[in-house]
């Protein structure tokens, strides 16, 4: 028994990781480093384009959720994931590097495991198309082939990575907010005078052109900095230049705080958090070294933005994930319209699972919609007009309507961990 899975990122890898454990071969198929996306820089599987961060693991949040669901599923992304883990307080960070070779290493132990480097163009049966919202433009073709339809699209950006020795650490300090938890983010304070400055040169800041851009074709979840700088004065304030609960070593409090977050196990790189960007290269220099811990850093990567497609799912998958047009194939990932690594690593798992019932004469399980999983797939197969990409959000899980508020977190998990042992006992 045999499948083919195209696309070697967070999606495609989980999927070929979740046919393996169910002796199922797998050729995956990943372009680079022969043909490489916008965003992607390495060769390596399942590459993480922008941030290092696969956010919270509180279970009380969605994303903690969902990973809870993962681990109890046995997801191979989580599982590298803590392997990579860098400090960063209730969320999950990793280093890149190492997390990208963990995965490859555990799909490559598996002797019925083959990794072609290779651009598909066309779809065959039995084949879990992970693509991402980067896929080639011959893959795009394949896929509007094979379901009759357009794409849907919108834009997101990438946030620049700075060197950890060009961070002037007089300027800068490392606390976590309100003292809790390890103080693993490096904080840069900076004065009114200093904030005005800089928002004043974000709004007048040279950006890319892009084509057919609109801003309300930007995700929500990923508005470029100087989008925020642009919405009001203190904008960036409220969201990722906060200043409340962090002081530093003199208990002195800032006006606004840029945080930057270990990219590596080695701490020799810094993720400015929050300040993905449209800008020109040399405007992003140029105004980044305006914040005073900044003002000398060297940049191993700049922002950019790209243009994120998905397929309209509602009207060609079922919410297991498979065409509703051919059976054999399955689709994974992002381009089936979430957002977010994990939920993009959750889809290739749900794939994975079914494309292996399938070569074992098995019906497709469908998750309930009381675990975050079967909310974030009956969505993208079900949701009509209003069709977006969807991160892990507790307002899509069942069974919390008339739950008090309190205790809803607490119900959600209850279910989402009663929903998950009914289907592990059905697993092969
Ligand atoms: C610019 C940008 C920034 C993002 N930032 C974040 C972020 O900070 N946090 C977050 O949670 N999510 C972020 N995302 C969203 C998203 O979760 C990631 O893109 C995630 O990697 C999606 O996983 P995936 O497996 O679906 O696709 P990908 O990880 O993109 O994997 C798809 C793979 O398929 C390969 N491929 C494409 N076409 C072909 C072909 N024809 N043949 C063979 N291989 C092919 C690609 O090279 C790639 O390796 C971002 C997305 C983009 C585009």
New binding site residues.
Partial sequence: MKAKV???????CEASYQLLKRGISVTL????PAVF?G??KTSGLA?????NSL?SIDPGTPQGLLKSELKSLDSLILKAAIIAKVPSGTALSVDRESFSHEVEKVLKSFPNFKLIR????EIDNYSIV???????S??CDAIKGLTGREFLNFY???SPIVEADSVDMNMAFFASRYGKGDADYLNCGMTKEDYIKFRNALLSGEKVVLREFESKDVFEG?IPIEELARRGEDTMRYGPLRPVGLVDEDGKRYYAVVQLRKEDLLSEMYNMVGFQTNMKYKEQERIFRLIPALSKAEFVRLGSM?K?IYIESPRVLEASLRLKKNHTVFFA???TGV???M??AAM?LLAGINMARLLHNMDPLVFSKKTMIGALSNYVANEPSTFRPMNANIGLLEGLESINKNIRKEQAFKNSTNEIKKILSTLV
């Fill in positions: 195209i696309g070697g990122g967070l999606a495609g198929y990943e372009m680079r996306t965003a992607h590459e993480l384009v922008c941030s956010k290779e651009e598909v163009t992970a693509t991402g919202p980067l896929s080639s011959a893959m997101d950006a990438i990923c790209h994120n990932g992002q381009i957002e977010g690594y939920e993009s290739g």
